[in-house]
C-alpha cells in the first residue's frame, strides 16, 4: 500500500470509530507504560512455560468504544506482537477461545462445540 492510501485508509478507520483516538492520549499513553513495566512478559507464552518480551498493550474484554473499559487498567493484558495479532484477534473473531482440554474437549464454554450440552 502507498503511503496516501495508508493515511486515506487510516483516517477511513478512525471515522468507523473515533476511538482509535483514545490510543494517542496521555492517559492511555501511561496506561501503556505501567502495564509493561509491571508485567514485561507475553502473558499467553508464560501459560505455556516460555518467557517472551510483550510489546503490546491489550484489553482482555473488547471495548469497543465504551472508554470505561478502554482506560480501566485491570481489562489489560501484556502480550507479543505475534500473540496480539495472531491468536488473541481469530479468537475475538471467533468469539471463543481456542484450545481443549487434555480430553479433547473445548476450554472455552462459549465454543460452538458446547452449544448443546
Known sequence: MTRARNRDHDRRRRQLAPWRDWYGTPE???LRRLQL???PLC????QRGHRVF???CDHRKPH???AELFFDPSNLASLCEGCHNGSKQREERRGYVIGVDAT???LDKS???NANK
Open 28 to 30: 492511555w499513553r501511561e
Open 43 to 46: 502473558e499467553r507464552f508464560l
Open 37 to 39: 513495566q509491571e508485567h
Open 104 to 106: 479433547g474437549r473445548p
Open 64 to 66: 469497543r468504544g465504551n
Open 111 to 113: 465454543h460452538p462445540w
Open 54 to 56: 510483550a510489546t503490546v
